[in-house]
Nanobody, 125 residues
């Protein structure tokens, strides 16, 4: 059973940056594509980025394109989401999730089998 742990969330001012991490406790991540999802208060999960198992292919939702970058280091068994130029509307709980292909662009929650516990990102002055 794959167990994911998301971390790196914090309170940050508009325009700030955070690097979120998604690590596996135990099993290797290198056979899985990893998606990042954002859940704003009272809203459904929104897929913001996804990266293939090898890291060769990475996709970002239009709402975060140019501001967020997904990457991975399979040697460290970790996937990252670099978030820059944060806006108030980015506030929410960020989750990472794992799946095997195929998956959509942007990623859909129903396509992902294993989920981390989420990390809170609050963008506020």
């Amino acid at each position: 059973q794959l167990q994911l742990v998301a971390s790196g969330g914090a309170l940050v001012q508009p325009g700030g940056s955070l690097r979120l991490s998604c690590a596996s406790s135990g099993s290797s991540l290198d056979r899985y594509a990893i998606g990042w999802f954002r859940q704003a208060p009272g809203k459904e999960h929104e897929g913001v980025a996804c990266i293939s198992s090898s890291g060769i292919s990475a996709n970002h939702a239009d709402s975060v394109k140019g501001r967020f970058t997904v990457s991975r280091d399979n040697a460290k068994n970790t996937v990252y989401l670099q978030t820059n130029s944060l806006k108030a509307e980015d506030t929410g709980v960020f989750y990472c999730a794992a799946t095997e292909p195929p998956y959509s662009n942007p990623p859909l929650p129903k396509e992902f089998d294993f989920w981390g516990q989420g990390t809170q990102v609050t963008v506020s002055s």
